[in-house]
């Protein structure tokens, strides 16, 4: 029975970190898409989007780095997402 619990955790395990080797990858349609696009399809899923021009360059750093760690969004789309916010502030 042992055996058996153990063999399922190393599955869960290997399961895991495949998982989220592949997950830190950039898919293609990722990189075809705006930080216009990104924002919207991201950030309206949880709440309502703000203005660009509600915060500025630094503060959209902040909140777009605090946003990439709650809900996992990769580099590229978080820099893709920052520049538009910046550039339409």
Same mark, same amino acid.
Do not use: R
């Given at each position: 029975m042992k055996k058996i619990i153990?063999?399922?955790l190393f599955?869960?395990?290997v399961?895991? +970190?495949i998982f989220s080797i592949s997950s830190c990858k950039t898919s293609?349609?990722?990189k075809e898409k705006t930080g216009a696009v990104l924002? +919207?399809?991201n950030c309206s899923r949880c709440h309502y989007s703000p203005d660009p021009?509600?915060?500025n360059d630094a503060q959209w750093e902040v909140i777009v780095m605090h946003m990439r760690v709650r809900t996992g969004l990769t580099e590229e789309e978080s820099q893709?997402?920052?520049k538009f916010l910046q550039d339409s502030n």
């Open positions: 153990y063999f399922l599955l869960g395990f399961g895991t +970190s293609a349609a990722v924002w +919207s399809e021009e509600d915060y893709k997402i920052t």
